[in-house]
């Protein structure tokens, strides 16, 4: 299923998980310069979830495919979850 989203409505969003932590706000976007497709979401993790232990430099990287849905907020899986290089 393609998901479809504007950029600038992107920015500074709540992530969630599907079991409803909120894991922080959205940063910035990675997007392909070749294709024109989202890859990857930076977001400033808060400092009590459970991502925060994984953050680089303050920022958790998330794969656009764990994004499960996008309206009020972005709901993640966050099995795909990794640290920002």
């Known amino acids: 299923m393609v998901k479809f989203a504007i950029a600038k409505q992107l920015a ?3 992530i969630i998980t599907t ?3 909120e894991l922080g706000r959205v940063v910035d976007l990675y997007v392909n310069e070749l294709t024109g497709k989202l ?4 977001i400033e993790p808060n400092p009590d979830s459970s991502v925060a232990a994984k953050a680089s ?3 958790v990287t998330i794969p656009y495919g764990s994004v499960l849905d996008v309206k009020d907020v972005m709901v993640v899986d966050k099995r795909g979850i990794t640290a920002a290089a």
């Open 57 to 59: 430099g303050g920022l």
């Open 39 to 42: 890859e990857s979401v930076l």
């Open 19 to 21: 079991d409803g932590e």
């Open 12 to 14: 500074g969003k709540r």
